[in-house]
């Protein structure tokens, strides 16, 4: 371990370690969880070990930025950090999101638990239009959505970001990160119109108007749709701006 900490490595496979320590699988896995059992490894899935640290024995692990982008190469998976954790990175998020969030193609598969953290896949059908960044960590790099594609995930995905109301004040701090051209052409590679619409409605409660006016003509013709379709439309309010029926009412905390 000390000599992959002196290469700036925290992560290594269980068959590595097997070649590294000459030794029989079984030898190698027997080793690995005596040290596990000490706290100094954590496994995070099966043959995947993170080396822990001193400075954060206490968690249990790093934290999930020192090594996200090597779990994500061993699951063998594209990926982006995304929704919630992504706008905490670009310095928007109101509360400290209980799970790292990652956005993978297609199905989400289960979540994967170590230490304290836990990391939560959400499955995204047009993951290849998204626009990411690549952010530096202690241990190298990682993939980030883009200010513009992680306002568009948080209301394309609402659930995974606690509702519409945590979705307006997220972007209320996401705002001032968001480029008007960028989010016109994120919103055009994705092509979810309905998305964009529900996406301007929010921005012009949160102050974000002036944002917002780059995507309002894409959807000078687009149909009435609901901001909230889990709720009834009964009693909603109609925008004529984003052709929104507002059926339930929105809230950012301050």
Do not use: C
Request: a positive charge.
């Amino acid at each position: 371990m000390e000599e992959l900490l002196g290469q700036g490595r925290y992560t290594f496979s269980r068959r590595e370690a097997v070649r590294r320590l000459r030794s029989t699988p079984r030898a190698a896995y027997m080793a690995l969880h005596r040290l596990a059992l000490a706290g100094r490894l954590a496994m995070p899935r099966s043959g995947f070990y993170v080396i822990v640290d001193a400075q954060h024995r206490s968690a249990g692990i790093l934290p999930p930025e020192w090594f996200v982008h090597d779990l994500m190469a061993d699951l063998g998976r594209p990926y982006y950090v995304g929704l919630l954790s992504a706008a905490q990175i670009h310095g928007a998020a109101h509360h400290r999101p209980q799970e790292f969030q990652v956005v993978i193609p297609g199905r989400a598969v289960r979540p994967v638990v170590a230490g304290n953290v836990r990391f939560r896949f959400h499955g995204k059908g047009l993951f290849e239009r998204a626009e990411t960044v690549e952010v530096k960590t202690p241990t190298g790099s990682m993939k980030v959505s883009g200010p513009e594609t992680t306002a568009w995930d948080l209301v394309r995905y609402p659930h995974a970001a606690g509702g519409l109301d945590n979705v307006a004040t997220v972007l209320k701090e996401l705002v001032a990160r968001l480029d008007s051209r960028r989010l016109r052409d994120t919103a055009r590679r994705h092509g979810e119109l309905v998305v964009v619409q529900r996406l301007g409605y929010l921005l012009d409660r949160v102050g974000g108007r002036g944002r917002a006016a780059a995507l309002a003509g894409l959807v000078a013709k687009a149909p009435l749709r609901l901001l909230d379709p889990s709720r009834p439309a009964q009693g909603g309010r109609e925008d004529g701006r984003w052709h929104i029926l507002a059926n339930v009412r929105v809230e950012a905390e301050s």
